[in-house]
């Protein structure tokens, strides 16, 4: 059962470069969800979707762009990647129930170095 | 605006105590959730317990328990005989109200606990 899976684990960029984040999840769930963590901080949402086609943005999303062509992938890209992005960044997915129990279920992450 | 905060950046426990780590939330909303969190320093994000703003009862999960108090916001994570893998962080999120179905979620900034041995 490998629930919700990120790729690549770590990379290493040069300030410019673009690259693209794949989160896939084989739970059948509706929504799913791009954090980043910085250190002494908590996660912070910079972009979601509710459901295949549809995207929004979250607190941070300034630099990143998301699609999700298919229900169980999620992608997220940075198109000029900067040193502030340098951070480990968590995929995550959850089902759809009209009482939002429903924990969301996370990704091991992504470590991202920007030089 | 939604806010959570835990105001602990790190504590200490004897192995096979307990321990209580707090979590205090700020929100105009009638129906939300809350959620803790644990991370190993291995990384991966572990769900542990939920408290629904309607539940009535205290949530349990094995050795977790959600210590409800709603009149002052706050949903402290109570764990009972502690292991010395139960060092991590954890972190005490909010779901956000119904009225947004996104079901986002909001962070504290997390406490780290360390198991004594």
């Known amino acids: 059962n490998a629930g919700v899976t990120q790729t690549p684990k770590f990379r290493v960029l040069k300030t410019g470069q673009s690259m693209t984040l794949l989160c896939a999840q084989d739970?059948?769930?509706?929504?799913m969800y791009w954090y980043r963590q910085d250190p002494g901080m908590g996660l912070r949402l910079i972009h979601y979707s509710v459901g295949e086609g549809t995207t929004a943005k979250g607190e941070v999303p300034d630099g990143y762009n998301v699609s999700r062509l298919k229900k169980q992938n999620f992608l997220l890209g940075l198109e000029s990647a900067a040193p502030s992005q340098t951070s480990v960044y968590f995929c995550?997915?959850?089902?759809?129930?009209?009482?939002?129990?429903?924990?969301?279920?996370f990704g091991d992450g992504t470590r991202l170095s920007i030089l | 605006a939604q806010k959570i905060t835990q105001t602990q950046p790190g504590m200490f426990v004897q192995e096979k105590e307990a321990v209580t780590l707090d979590c205090t939330y700020d929100t105009s909303d009638q129906s939300y959730g809350l959620f803790w969190y644990k991370q190993p320093s291995s990384g991966e994000m572990i769900f542990l317990i939920y408290q629904g703003s309607y539940d009535e009862q205290n949530a349990t999960e094995g050795r977790y328990s959600l210590n409800f108090q709603k009149a002052r916001k706050s949903a402290n994570l109570v764990i009972s005989a502690s292991q010395l893998g139960d060092s991590a962080m954890y972190f005490c999120?909010?779901?956000?109200?119904?009225?947004?179905?996104?079901?986002?979620?909001?962070f504290g900034s997390g406490t780290r606990l360390l198991v004594r041995p």
């Open positions: 999120a909010m779901r956000e109200g119904r009225m947004d179905s996104s079901y986002k979620l909001i």
């Open positions: 739970m059948n769930h509706e929504y």
């Open positions: 995550a997915s959850s089902s759809f129930t009209g009482w939002g129990n429903q924990p969301q279920h």
